[in-house]
């Protein structure tokens, strides 16, 4: 069974611009969740998609935004890059538990973008 | 103040000995979730647990509701257990993380 996968692995842009990251989940999978990991901050909770709605966000501002697609594929966005969002982005697929709650996480390798 | 708070921060120990790493959250939670992340990047799911106790192997993890507190045992540590791990406490299906623990096992 063929795990998460994540594409593009590293990329370096420069201020300004944007960036499209995009995620294929676990087969059966239909939540997606992307996550973004700093030396400073961690890991922080960015969004979740569920059946192409997202379904909850983090405290990230509106130059953050995904979507997900009807056979479960997500991309994230970023627009208007800041040196500060240089980061490894990670996404997640799992399966819904009853009430909606996430399960088990199974993680991709990650996007490690750098913007100079 | 970060919601969820791990200790130790740190920690060095010498191959075999009994490792115990705490987290702690300040409001009830739907699950909790032990993460293992190797230089590199790669992160795996150890547990994901609502209550009691669960094992794989020589990894254990425990989960007090009412004290809103786990833990995370590995006995019989080995090299290779060295990585940072990171507690994750979900509210539904957001999730919120600790700051990990830098574990490195010395043999």
């Known amino acids: 069974k063929a795990g998460v996968t994540q594409t593009p692995r590293y990329l370096i842009k420069t201020r300004g611009q944007q960036v499209t990251l995009s995620c294929s989940p676990i087969?059966?999978?239909?939540?997606v969740s992307w996550y973004q990991q700093t030396p400073g901050q961690g890991l922080q909770f960015l969004f979740e998609?569920?059946?192409?709605?997202?379904?909850n966000k983090g405290n990230f501002p509106g130059r953050f935004s995904g979507r997900q697609f009807s056979n479960s594929r997500s991309e994230m966005n970023v627009s208007t890059l800041e040196l500060g969002d240089s980061a490894l982005y990670l996404c997640?697929?799992?399966?819904?538990?009853?009430?909606?709650?996430?399960?088990?996480?199974?993680f991709g390798e990650g996007s490690r973008l750098t913007v100079l | 103040k970060n919601e969820v708070e791990q200790s130790p921060q740190n920690l060095t120990a010498q191959e075999g000995e009994f490792i115990t790493i705490n987290c702690s959250y300040s409001?009830?939670?739907?699950?909790l979730h032990w993460l293992q992340q190797h230089p590199g990047g790669g992160i795996v799911s150890l547990f994901m647990l609502s209550s009691g106790k669960k094992k794989h192997g020589r990894l254990i993890a425990t989960i007090n509701i009412q004290e809103k507190h786990s833990s995370l045992h590995i006995t019989a540590s080995h090299p290779r257990d060295s990585a940072v791990y990171i507690c994750?406490?979900?509210?539904?299906?957001?999730?919120?993380f600790g700051a990990g623990t830098i574990l490195r096992v010395k043999s």
């Open positions: 998609y569920f059946s192409e709605t997202q379904r």
């Open positions: 409001v009830g939670i739907s699950a």
């Open positions: 997640a697929s799992s399966l819904r538990l009853a009430g909606g709650n996430t399960g088990e996480l199974f």
């Open positions: 087969s059966g999978h239909r939540s």
């Open positions: 994750a406490v979900g509210y539904g299906n957001k999730l919120v």
